[in-house]
């Protein structure tokens, strides 16, 4: 034990000097010899901040109090208020009724004096020993963007800063940082004073809006009395899931020790819930209405809906609770079930031409993601690009795809604009114990020519893009090297809603890749061991046509396994669709069976390779990801990074199917399920004779 705290000692300063070596500490303390807890105790402006670290327990069934685990190493980020900003908390707390005078001895009871001084200490502190990762003001997060690491209080923190003073910033856009006192460098982390205390919002989605609904001064009453009206405040009120909680108590969920990790891979903590508002502004409304906002009604904006000739094959009656109501499809198509944060509006990683390791590193080719909306199921796109300059959602471009070209926009008419997403210090965001609010300023909708772009889209999904439940926990693009999680096969323990293991033999994970150079998209896989059986809910279509569903896959392990596919509308009777998928089987694989062949400089002959590989069931790795962080090698560079055509179906968007992977060596049971991404790709895409399936 003791060797591992040399060790964790050692490793500390390491990191510590290497940030001290990135930024100008010219105006910093430095107290490298003493631990958080001993800067504290020695300033007088803390002694009330250090009294309450004293008093508070690290969590309920710990008697270790806040303040010994800041005698202790680890990493921490600790935003101390001063004894003044403790004091405006109180006064605070007067003028809401919660007490009656600004002292702690004016607590009507025990409990709510306990909850209020755990509200404080465990918000000040990010708890950062199991990412290993502490933060100075010059590697915090952008404007809106949340610090990765929580509070111990498990919630997420902002920062705000303000462009009339660089040097101004503030967590959660109230609680100012000391521009002296900050980047205090200790043994265990670095000390931020603050003058506020930071007291994050305890409001759901649901309370928030009802609240708003009657609040002309929110600036959202429009489109919260809309949620209302169409009965969804109770379903998203939801934060987590407490029967999870307690199986995870109980030991419900043993951690996995798998043979190829040196340590044991945990369930995660949570099942959280999580819900993105895209919401146009009171202000929009009434310019497009010409009525002040307090004297809008829903008919109002029903009669504008249908004018637009939005969902025309709606019911316009006054039953909003059903998802066929002509209201209840423009209202739900607003709402995502997955909390999305600022910086993971775009998933930037290893697109070409990004290096995700430099911070700065600006959009090279595009991002997106297409998510499925509340209600009736459809897709919902968010869009970001070097020249769109920032998040756009229904942004439909035309891009330079050739073979030789740069894949970014060469112009985008105003129909196929899409809509900003605004993350500014002045944008209006709204962040919520389970949800985010993002105000727009035009209106999206699921329109004729939404659908009609996304049906002649080849859309690609990274795996656990599916599967909202994996953003709501953070478990998408962590900058965790060593982050992976172990899900339950058993049937009464399931994680996912978009996903089912039918096996109780299955051993089912999520691996993040980051910093290994794996060429998988946005870094993460899906993996399975065992006797393997998942079926994965399939996303919607836009439109009716026939489909290829591709499945990206690397060769790199020795154990990739073979499975059968399967697909359809009826989960209980999927179809078995051609014959078993083998995973090892790559374009470097003896004897060639792809017929893979690298890129030459004759674009006709490298046509023609890629004609014969999908005649084989196959298509080269996209030109889009690249393995290494600003590597130029490429996944259509890549040999062992190949997609499989696994399905070609007509399919229909009111339809729910499902695609099931399930393993034929059951002797094997080390051998592995692997699914990277996933990708829908309409017959006007890959069989255009005008326009060729782009390389990317």
């Known amino acids: 034990m003791f060797r591992k705290y040399i060790l964790l000692l050692v490793s500390s300063l390491l990191l510590l000097c290497a940030c001290h070596e990135e930024i100008d500490t010219s105006a910093r303390y430095v107290f490298r010899e003493r631990t958080v807890a001993g800067y504290l105790e020695d300033h007088s402006q803390f002694s009330e901040y250090v009294r309450l670290m004293k008093e508070q327990p690290v969590s309920d069934v710990s008697e270790t109090t806040v303040y010994q685990l800041m005698t202790a190493y680890g990493y921490y980020t600790v935003f101390a208020p001063t004894n003044e900003a403790i004091q405006k908390y109180l006064d605070s707390l007067v003028i809401k009724g919660i007490i009656p005078e600004a002292d702690w001895n004016a607590f009507p009871d025990q409990k709510t004096l306990d909850s209020i001084r755990s509200v404080l200490v465990l918000n000040s502190i990010l708890d950062g020993t199991k990412y290993e990762k502490t933060y100075f003001t010059a590697g ?135 819900f993105t508002l895209f919401a146009e502004t009171d202000e929009f409304w009434e310019e497009e209405l010409g009525k002040d906002r307090k004297d809008i009604t829903k008919e109002d904006v029903i009669a504008w809906v249908e004018k637009q000739g939005y969902y025309p094959d709606a019911v316009n009656d006054d039953n909003y609770t059903d998802e066929n109501n002509l209201l209840n499809q423009f209202v739900t198509y607003h709402l995502l079930p997955a909390r999305i944060p600022v910086d993971k509006l775009a998933l930037h990683y290893n697109e070409k031409g990004f290096n995700y390791k430099n911070k700065n590193a600006k959009p090279t080719v595009p991002v997106w993601a297409h998510y499925v909306t ?130 109780k033999q299955t051993r089912f994970m999520l691996l993040s890749g980051r910093d290994q150079n794996w060429p998988n998209y946005q870094g993460d896989e899906v993996l399975s061991e065992g006797v393997y059986d998942i079926t994965i809910t399939c996303p919607p279509v836009p439109k009716y046509g026939i489909y290829e569903i591709r499945m990206g896959v690397s060769t790199y392990s020795g154990t990739r396994g073979i499975c059968q596919v399967y697909w359809g509308p009826r989960k209980d009777q999927l179809v078995a669709q051609g014959i078993p998928v083998n995973m090892q089987l790559g374009g470097n694989s003896a004897g060639n069976m792809l017929g893979w062949e690298v890129d030459t400089d004759d674009d006709d002959y490298n046509a023609e390779v890629d004609k014969k590989m999908r005649n084989n069931g196959f298509l080269k790795g ?46 094997y049971t080390t051998k592995q399920l692997f699914v990277d991404y996933l990708e829908w790709c309409p017959k006007e895409v890959y069989d255009n004779p005008e326009h060729p399936e782009d390389i990317w």
């Open 622 to 667: 996209p030109e889009y990801i690249v393995a290494n962080a600003g590597g130029r090698e490429t996944n259509r560079m890549n040999p062992g990074a190949t997609r499989r055509i696994v399905v070609r179906e007509p399919m229909s968007p009111d339809v729910k199917y499902y695609i099931r992977f399930k393993t034929v060596q059951p002797d």
């Open 374 to 503: 509340f209600g009736k199921r459809r897709l919902l796109r968010i869009w970001e690009s070097a020249e769109s300059m920032g998040p756009y959602l229904n942004r439909f471009p035309k891009l330079s795809n050739g073979r030789r070209d740069e894949y970014h926009e060469t112009e985008c008419t105003e129909a196929n604009q899409g809509v900003e997403i605004r993350t500014d210090e002045h944008s209006g965001i709204v962040k919520l114990i389970n949800a985010i609010i993002y105000p727009i300023h035009q209106p999206i909708a699921y329109s004729e020519n939404v659908r009609n772009q996304l049906a002649k889209t080849r859309l690609r999904y990274d795996a656990w893009e599916l599967q909202p439940e994996a953003m709501n926990n953070e478990m998408r693009l962590t900058s965790r090297t060593d982050a992976c999680w172990y899900f339950s096969s058993d049937p009464d323990k399931q994680y996912f809603d978009n996903m089912t293991v039918n096996s």
């Open 140 to 274: 915090f997060p952008k404007t809106n963007e949340e610090f990765e690491v929580s509070t111990m209080a498990d919630r997420k923190i902002s920062v705000t800063y303000y462009q009339s003073d660089l040097d101004s910033m503030s967590i959660d856009g109230i609680c100012p940082i000391s521009k002296r006192n900050r980047d205090i460098e200790a043994i265990n982390g670095f000390i931020h004073e603050v003058a506020y205390v930071i007291n994050p919002s305890n409001e759901t989605l649901g309370s928030t809006l009802h609240k708003y609904a009657f609040d002309y001064n929110s600036g959202l009453s429009v489109m919260a009395g809309l949620v209302e009206a169409c009965g969804l405040i109770d379903s998203l009120t939801k934060v987590r899931d407490e029967r999870y909680e307690k199986l995870y108590k109980t030991g419900a969920f043993p951690s996995f020790n798998w043979q190829l990790r040196s340590w044991p891979i945990p369930a995660p903590e949570h099942r959280k819930y999580g």
